[in-house]
């Protein structure tokens, strides 16, 4: 463990409409195949889980052994030979299935394809595609924004510079000139922002990136009251991934905590390895601070893109760190205690290969 006075020493696919993502993006579903004469020919084990049915009498079953929205849909594929994406079927007693039926037309009759999917057993790994999807259209949205606010500003920026030569009120064009610039380069990082540069996998050293995010968040630090404890308890301290995004996280989560906390406050930052709940090694890093903490009914909220509680907060920056954590197969969690702190923890597969 170390501490220093940081201040005064200066220093969640399916969700995609065709066919191909569906089976590409399938998570633990079933799949059923149906054959001519309408009899189940194949039935996988998790398909029959879904169901609440025994694989091996579902096995050559005529359609009628399937629930009955289920044969509904199938027959509407028969008869029409298009495939019916993602439709929800209530399965009684607060459990639904998500069907998808596509026909395959290997000769007639048509053969038919259901895949099966639990929309109960999987919430959390759901929810975060969903959250993933909405990010990524994030990050194109706001790309195809920035690059139209560019266009525009150089139209303006011409106008200026044209008024400027003229010699037509300096003053106002200098001002106007400067604030263009600002503009444009508030447009340029949050080009770079939303849409991060692909993930480039290397092997990690965490405690070492975690030292240079200090390092760079310095100057937020300097002329205030700021103790800084390290805990480095991960042994190895190594992952596999992208050492900028990584960065961009631990940035984002450390100045958060210092924004929590003013000008006065003790931060924490430490690394473990636990064992996750399949016996898998993680690295945990936590990013605790004794700041002003998170109402209750904000908790939910914290990931969503644009959620800040800040007069001049994006709210992207949690947003883009679950994203990246999302794409190392890892995830954040956060606790908070109103009116005392709130600690962030970033959990990532540990990698111990060569
Ligand atoms: N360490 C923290 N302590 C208290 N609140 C926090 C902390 N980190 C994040 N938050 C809350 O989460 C919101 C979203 O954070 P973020 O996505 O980084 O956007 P921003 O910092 O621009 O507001 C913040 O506005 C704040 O309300
Ligand atoms: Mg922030």
Redesign the pocket.
């Known amino acids: 463990m170390s501490s220093d006075k940081l201040g005064s020493k200066g220093g969640g696919g399916l969700l995609g409409g065709n066919p191909l993502s569906l089976l590409q993006e399938c998570f633990a579903c079933g799949v059923i195949v149906v054959g001519a004469h309408k009899r189940i020919v194949a039935c996988t084990a998790e398909a029959a889980a879904h169901l609440h049915r025994d694989a091996a009498k579902l096995l050559n079953a005529p359609l009628s052994s399937l629930p009955a929205p289920l044969i509904k849909l199938i027959q509407e594929t028969a008869r029409s030979g298009k495939p019916i994406l993602n439709r929800e079927i209530p399965l009684g007693q607060a459990t639904a299935l998500r069907a998808s039926i596509l026909p395959v037309k290997t000769g007639e009759p048509v053969e038919i394809v259901v895949v099966l999917n639990s929309l109960t057993s999987t919430p959390v790994f759901e929810q975060n595609l969903r959250r993933l999807d909405r990010l990524a259209s994030l990050g194109t949205l706001s790309a195809s924004m920035a690059h139209e606010i560019k266009n525009g500003m150089v139209a303006i920026k011409t106008f200026v510079d044209l008024l400027a030569q003229k010699g037509q009120d300096t003053e106002l064009t200098g001002v106007v000139g400067r604030e263009l610039e600002r503009i444009n380069a508030i447009v340029t990082q949050m080009l770079r922002f939303a849409a991060p540069n692909r993930a480039a996998f290397t092997t990690v050293r965490v405690h070492d990136v975690l030292d240079h995010s200090l390092r760079l968040m310095q100057h937020q630090v300097n002329g205030k009251l700021i103790t800084l404890q390290r805990h480095y308890q991960a042994e190895p301290d190594t992952v596999r991934g992208d050492d900028t995004q990584l960065q961009q996280v631990f940035m984002?989560l450390l100045l958060?905590?210092l924004?929590?906390m003013g000008t006065n406050g003790v931060l924490t930052v430490k690394t473990e390895t636990v064992q996750d709940e399949r016996s898998a090694r993680q690295l945990r890093i936590n990013i605790q601070?004794n700041?002003?903490?998170?109402a209750p009914e904000?908790l939910g909220r914290?990931f969503e893109p644009f959620?800040?509680?800040?007069k001049n907060?994006?709210?992207?920056?949690?947003?883009i760190s679950q994203r990246i954590a999302l794409e190392h197969h890892g995830m954040i969690h956060v606790q908070?205690d109103p009116g005392k702190g709130?600690r962030?923890s970033l959990s990532l597969p540990a990698f111990t290969g060569a």
């Open positions: 984002n958060n905590a924004e929590a601070d700041g002003v903490g998170i904000y914290l959620f800040t509680t800040k907060g994006t709210g992207l920056g949690l947003a908070s709130s962030f």
